[in-house]
């Protein structure tokens, strides 16, 4: 298998930003009560909305890698994807970007392979570097909340994305 290759420059990633969609992986984590994690988000896009656990699969990083990846950086637990139950695929497009604000010139584009999986004991210490606080929400809390980004409610609503 080709070499994994690492994060971009800023200069070549906001072209990639500008002109190609984002390829990516969503996580709904549920504890064993059912209550689903969410991070407030501290970048564009979602600035500021609470967010699922997720991140891009790096280029040659195969889905199993970069699940096992994510689930280690963004929950603090190595999981393996066939711990996960598959959602479907979905498209976020976001009008801002990790460069600009709204209406500034560059917009973001997700494909995302969303995931659900159950933890079998709580997270440890949290990430903080895409997210300022966490908190654990019931499902109902999940889908009415406004400050729950619509696209992470979609993953709980089987009219949305694409099995």
Known sequence: MAEIKSWLDADTFRTVVDSTPLVS??????????????????NRPAC???????GRILKNETLADAFARLTEKEIGIGLTIQDAFYLGLYEHFYEDSIFTA??????????VSGFEVV???SCPVLPCEQHSEYA?????????S????????????KEKGFL
């Open 146 to 157: 406004e400050s729950v980004h619509q696209y992470c409610r979609w993953y709980l609503d």
């Open 48 to 54: 500021g909305f609470w967010f699922v656990p997720g």
């Open 136 to 144: 654990w929400l019931t499902e109902t809390e999940f889908m009415t």
């Open 25 to 42: 992986i969503d996580l709904l984590v549920r504890d064993s009560s059912g209550h689903i994690l969410v991070g407030k988000r501290v």
């Open 102 to 111: 709204v209406g500034d010139g560059v917009s973001t584009h997700y494909v």
């Open 119 to 121: 933890l079998p004991e």
